[in-house]
């Protein structure tokens, strides 16, 4: 109440809905926001960077960690129940229904709705009918990466890259998996990451972590550790990837489960795979599939 009497005062021409992850009572969120509107009369924008507007579970991993497909509301609400993930423990009532209602209204009531990509589009209007029309997909635009293309020979080992900061929803267990199934085969692979993980790893696991590093230094690390097909572990559809907008920039190869954005950027691309299982020894099978197929 402090905050609109506050807010009176100042002439507000739009309201801009980039991120409220983390915001305590988050259900009230988009009542608050229809309170701001109405005493300013401001336009309300909406960029869709996660599904906070579908479910606490903004990523939209249900409470056994998969990708939930926004299943009927009955699911939904057992699985609310349940879920312990995202911003589900600022939601006390985990009223799945109240959630869907608040957000409607503000949808509803919004002149523009921004999603950058086509998987976030049609999941959008899956949850809410009728919105199509006020739905703009404007992908974001790459220009951070040097102009320098790494330069890898097509006959060196086969490697698995992997590009990124990886914890559970970016795909941490299925790094793991990868790791346990290298070691029992005792195969002769090794994986490059390119970032950190949150899962333990050890001195001789076939693994080599790269750790932090700059986009400038990228290209070159990349034909220094002769890494040319890299895998996107990522197990949630994500609404647009910049990681693998940096890999198809590259020229490199990259493959990725069937979610999301990812999937519809790298379904275009013509070094790009959509991999047949989440199975270790399949994705394993997939991506050396990948690596010796040559493109001219």
């Known amino acids: 109440e402090d905050c609109i009497k506050i807010l009176k005062n100042i002439e507000i021409e739009k309201i801009i809905i980039n991120n409220i992850v983390s915001f305590p009572n988050p259900e009230k969120i988009p009542l608050f926001l229809l309170d701001i509107k109405e005493i300013s009369n401001a336009t309300i924008k909406m960029l869709i960077h996660d599904y906070v507007s579908i479910c606490p579970s903004f990523n939209l991993l249900n409470n056994e960690g ?3 497909k926004i299943p009927s509301i009955k699911k939904c609400k057992k699985c609310a129940e349940k879920n312990e993930r995202d911003i589900f423990s600022f939601f006390d009532s985990r009223d799945i229904e109240l959630w869907r209602s608040n957000w409607a209204k503000l949808i509803t009531i919004s002149e523009e709705i921004i999603v950058f990509s086509n998987s976030s589009y049609e999941l959008i209007n899956k949850c809410y009918e009728k ?11 790459i220009n951070h990466m040097p102009k320098i293309i790494p330069k890898i020979k097509e006959n060196e080992d086969f490697k698995i890259g992997i590009l990124g900061n990886i914890n559970f929803n970016k795909g941490s267990k299925i790094v793991k998996s990868l790791i346990e199934e290298i070691k029992n085969k005792n195969l002769n692979i090794e994986i490059v990451l390119f970032g950190k993980i949150i899962e333990d790893v050890h001195n001789n ?13 990228l290209p070159k690390l990349i034909e220094k550790n002769k890494v040319n097909t890299f895998l996107f572990p990522s197990i949630c559809p994500e609404t647009f990837s910049y990681v693998v907008e940096e890999i198809i920039y590259m020229n490199l190869r990259i493959a990725c489960f069937d979610l999301g954005a990812p999937a519809d950027r790298i379904s275009k691309y013509k070094k790009g795979l959509i991999l047949s299982s989440f199975n270790p020894s399949l994705i394993i099978k997939d991506l050396l599939k990948l690596n010796r197929k040559r493109f001219n």
């Open 66 to 68: 998969v990708f939930c």
């Open 131 to 141: 919105i199509n029309k006020k739905i703009k997909i404007e992908p974001h635009e």
């Open 205 to 217: 696991d076939p693994i080599k972590i790269i750790g932090t590093y700059s986009h400038k230094d």
